[in-house]
């Protein structure tokens, strides 16, 4: 499955990762690389505790 993801430096030069379709599924790194790749892995941990818990998939962003 693939998810939109935003990320944006903040204030204290860290790179915010973000997945909107996934509610507080937010992940950091020092560069714009490593904070993809962290936000993937929440995306997995996130994805798998739906699973765990019967909960559907929120339905991906255009």
Do not use: W
């Not at 939109?4 to 950091?28: H, I, K, N």
């Not at 490593?34 to 998939?57: C, F, M, W």
């Amino acid at each position: 499955m693939k998810f939109r993801v935003t990320v944006e430096p903040d204030e204290d030069g860290v790179f915010v990762a973000e997945c909107p379709t996934l509610p507080g599924c937010v992940s950091q790194g020092k560069t714009r690389e490593e904070a993809i790749a962290n936000v993937r892995d929440a995306i997995q941990g996130y994805l798998a505790s739906l699973k765990k818990h019967g909960e559907p998939v929120p339905p991906r962003a255009p």
